[in-house]
């Protein structure tokens, strides 16, 4: 069968799965998984590490639809220590990425960036074993941002956005805040807030807690804010940008040339790109509409 045909057929079976799923609580509460550190591998990597047509096998499945912890594990190595049976989530996917905690990355020896899963160019070098051999990733190790997976009934029921930045708090023997915690939103997405080791200690949080949004706009420090006229002159005013989408993120503001950025009040300014704009010198300006 043709592999954009499989494809479909499982997205349909996925998006059939969820909505079979019980609606979000009224309440609000959003249930946390604990991520232990992990790897995924494309198909290429899962061949170099244990053989020619190798394929994954399913140990259990995950809390997101069609995903699966293998019953496969590596080691991963750094230039100070290593790390025996990781274990390997599926299926495979394009590229090959290792999630740790920073108190795995202290004892590898390396620094890896705090990223979203996913985003890993320019992240730290990892060397994975198998038994049939070895690879040597030049890009791939990152310590997970925390974040929030949901669709978009509870993206709605919520009142947040794909990209945005939100507090969450966890009640517990020794509650905690986590703030910008990311917003992920996909019809195969089942609502569930993930956390490393590291931040689940730290709360002491166990798997099957809950906890609930109390700030969808997290700011650290205020941005530089002032109202303007309501319409912006950008073809004689080279300095400043009317920028028109509903989400301003970090990667905007960097691809955003102009000293003054201009939003409408409705605009969701997440915190990474309300911390970038401080960093970069930037001025943030809400349009009167």
Excluded: C
């Amino acid at each position: 069968m043709q592999e954009h045909l499989v494809q479909k057929i499982v997205e349909e079976v996925l998006q059939q799965v969820l909505k079979n799923q019980p609606a979000l609580q009224n309440d609000g509460q959003i249930p946390i998984g604990v991520s232990a550190r992990h790897v995924h591998l494309a198909q290429t990597e899962v061949e170099q590490l244990f053989g020619q047509g190798y394929e994954l096998t399913p140990k259990f499945e995950l809390s997101q639809p069609g995903q699966f912890a293998a019953e496969e594990t590596v080691v991963i190595a750094g230039p100070k220590g290593s790390i025996e049976r990781v274990r390997i989530l599926g299926p495979a996917r394009s590229l090959s990425q290792v999630e740790v905690s920073w108190t795995d990355a202290m004892k590898l020896g390396v620094k890896p960036p705090l990223r979203i899963s996913g985003d890993i160019k320019g992240s730290s070098p990892i060397t994975l074993i198998g038994p049939k051999g070895s690879v040597v990733l030049q890009e791939g190790l990152i310590v997970a941002q925390a974040h929030i997976h949901m669709s978009p009934a509870d993206s709605e029921h919520l009142q947040v956005v794909d990209g945005q930045s939100v507090q969450i708090k966890v009640e517990g023997i020794r509650p905690i805040i986590f703030s910008d915690v990311l917003i992920r939103v996909s019809d195969r997405f089942r609502l569930e807030m993930h956390i490393d080791t590291d931040e689940a200690n730290a709360g002491l949080i166990k798997q099957g807690a809950f906890g609930e949004i109390v700030n969808a706009q997290t700011m650290s420090k205020p941005v530089t804010v002032k109202e303007s006229t309501p319409v912006v002159q950008q073809t004689t005013q080279q300095t400043s940008y009317f920028f028109d989408k509903k989400l301003l993120s970090q990667q905007e503001v960097l691809a955003i040339d102009a000293q003054e950025i201009v939003v409408s009040k409705k605009t969701i300014v997440t915190a990474l790109a309300q911390d970038k704009i401080r960093e970069l010198g930037k001025t943030l300006t809400v349009r009167a509409d």
